[in-house]
């Protein structure tokens, strides 16, 4: 059975860093994006298993890609699990979009299983 594959955007490079770690020693594959941009131009060229997005984004915004995505029949049944420091996940079913969310900052465990039961 091969790994799942999980993209991360998150432009925090430390907080990306520990995720990409905590799901690399988990067993999946991850690729990492600081951008919106760079993060779209990815996501046309390979569909990944699950999807980690932060909210907050310089170039964009997580809850609006969420949708986009949730609203695109090619990428519609990709997980997605939320993350922020600012919003919750009121927020998160309040902007239409339909994710999981885990606050910031996580217990790493517990995003763990996360990921897990949603992968």
Do not use: W
Not at 87 to 113: L, M, V, W, Y
Request: aromatic letters at 6%.
């Amino acid at each position: 059975m091969r790994a799942k594959l999980v993209y991360i955007l998150e432009d925090d490079p430390d907080i990306r860093e520990i995720v990409a770690f905590i799901l690399t020693e988990a067993g999946y594959n991850i690729k990492e994006y600081g951008t919106a941009a760079l993060f779209n131009e990815a996501i046309l060229a390979h569909l990944p298993d699950i999807i980690i997005l932060d909210i907050l984004l310089p170039d964009g915004n997580g809850l609006d890609i969420c949708k986009q995505l949730q609203g695109n029949e090619v990428t519609s049944a990709i997980p997605v699990l939320m993350m922020s420091a600012n919003k919750t996940k009121r927020d998160i079913e309040e902007s239409g979009c339909n994710a999981d969310f885990i606050s910031k900052p996580f217990d790493i465990d517990h995003f763990r299983q996360r990921v897990d039961l949603i992968a």
